[in-house]
């Protein structure tokens, strides 16, 4: 079992900028993904941001409407942070935190992230 913990969401104005962070209760995977997902009321759960890692080295990949905006990285092997720039209303949702490895998954409870004027 993993256990994720997520901080950082809360309420910003359109423009503004917010972290999240994730820390894993453990790591210790050689291959694994880990990054974040987002969903609004009555949507599908859809990938934001995560980050590959292998024993070859790592990659990210981003949502197409995030992609320039939000930066993800990984502090180290049980923490990644999410940097969400210019934010707009449009990212008002409950992001969620997920690992995965092997056919393993798991999913942090969410934090709410609520873009408004």
């Known amino acids: 079992q993993v256990q994720l913990v997520e901080s950082g969401g809360g309420l910003v104005q359109p423009g503004g900028s917010l972290r999240l962070s994730c820390a894993a209760s453990r790591n210790t995977f050689d291959t694994y993904v880990m990054g974040w997902y987002r969903q609004a009321p009555g949507k599908q759960r859809e990938l934001v941001a995560v980050?590959?890692?292998?024993?070859?080295?790592?990659?990210t990949k981003y949502a197409d409407s995030v992609q320039g905006r939000f930066i993800i990285s990984r502090d180290n092997a049980d923490t990644v942070t999410l940097q969400k720039n210019s934010l707009t209303p449009g990212d008002t949702r409950v992001y969620y935190c997920n690992i995965q490895y092997g056919s393993n998954m798991y999913w942090g409870q969410g934090t709410q992230v609520t873009v408004t004027s």
């Open positions: 980050i590959l890692s292998g024993t070859r080295g790592s990659a």
